[in-house]
């Protein structure tokens, strides 16, 4: 399982996508989750609550599938 936005003191699955990778990283943050292409996996995915950032992760989910 993998989380799509998440920050290292919000994240409970162990793996995790954030928005600050230059500071995350240290505590496993894989990237942003629009640069993270994966090809099988079980994701949860719970973006902020804004209309460009639901929207670009739709995009994103859209062009994953």
């Known amino acids: 399982m993998h989380e799509c936005f998440a920050s290292p003191l919000n ?31 079980a994701f949860e995915c719970n973006p902020p609550f804004d209309t460009r950032s639901i929207g670009a992760c739709l995009q994103h989910v859209l062009a994953l599938l």
């Open 11 to 41: 994240q409970y699955l162990g793996s995790f996508c954030s928005a600050f990778v230059d500071t995350d990283a240290a505590f496993g943050s894989r990237g942003s989750f629009f640069d993270f292409w994966p090809v099988e996996g």
